[in-house]
């Protein structure tokens, strides 16, 4: 695809040439608005591939993250999921990329994406954490708003679909100098009843709130389970008075959280 549209340049290229340098041998108006809306069309369509492209190169470095963690050798010789941990920026390598990728399906349903908390959220956080994975635990969670999110009338009134995401440092959580990183994503909807959102992360488990909606096998939430609480952490659902709260809380000593 980049060979094919660095050809097209080329050929961009030269039709502006013609344009500029060939002026006195275009005899007719006609003839120069021709050429001037070939030149046009073409630079628009190598706009369009290239961005086809970009996205095309983003989905399949997305699709070999998760292939290459869901099928490491090491998850089947030892029966559960091994982590390779690395320093990973959160919001730019792990939720950016992701939340790329289901922009675009929320808007086909309707569902907003608030990002007003975002400005919270500038200071780029560090993590050590398997980035595979913890990659999988948001596109989980994002796909499970997806399903899920549903309309309601908010505090002025007005009828929305909504999705927000926010961040929290959470002192000494963990206990003494080992602080909690809390990740929530929250959707619009009918709040779970309490029995309900204390089981929503168990095996197989859907909740009747939910479940007549879309389908599903209620295992997603439960991967999110396994993958944070095997990097020591926690996950959880805060049913609220416009929706619900999915969350997990990452632990992290203190001379390790730090801000870029």
Not at 23 to 41: D, F, G, N, P, W
Not at 78 to 90: A, D, I, M, N, S
Not at 131 to 159: C, H
Not at 197 to 222: I, K, M, P
Request: aromatic letters at 10%; glycine letters at 6%.
């Amino acid at each position: 695809m980049k060979k094919i549209i660095k050809e097209y340049r080329k050929i961009q290229k030269h039709i502006r040439d013609l344009i500029i340098f060939s002026q006195e041998q275009l005899q007719t108006l006609h003839v120069t608005k021709k050429i001037c809306e070939i030149y046009h069309s073409l630079a628009s369509n190598n706009e369009k591939l290239e961005e086809e492209t970009q996205a095309l190169e983003k989905h399949y470095n997305h699709t070999s993250l998760f292939l290459e963690t869901l099928l490491r050798k090491d998850h089947f010789v030892h029966g559960t999921y091994v982590l390779r941990k690395q320093p990973c920026k959160f919001r730019t390598e792990i939720i950016q990329p992701v939340l790329e990728r289901y922009e675009p399906l929320f808007a086909k349903k309707g569902i907003k994406i608030n990002k007003a908390l975002e400005s919270e959220l500038d200071e780029e956080l560090t993590l050590l954490v398997d980035k595979g994975l913890m990659s999988q635990v948001f596109d989980n969670l994002f796909s499970n708003a997806l399903k899920y999110t549903q309309e309601i009338t908010d505090p002025l009134g007005n009828k929305v679909k909504l999705v927000s995401y926010d961040r929290q440092v959470l002192k000494n959580y963990f206990g003494e100098g080992i602080h909690g990183i809390k990740f929530s994503i929250f959707t619009t909807g009918k709040p779970l009843p309490k029995e309900e959102a204390e089981r929503v992360f168990e095996e197989g488990y859907r909740a009747n709130v939910n479940s007549s909606q879309a389908s599903g096998s209620g295992h997603g939430l439960n991967f999110v389970k396994n993958v944070v609480e095997i990097h020591g952490g926690r996950v959880g659902c805060e049913p609220e008075e416009y929706g619900n709260s999915f969350y997990f809380i990452l632990p992290v000593k203190e001379e390790k959280v730090y801000e870029e």
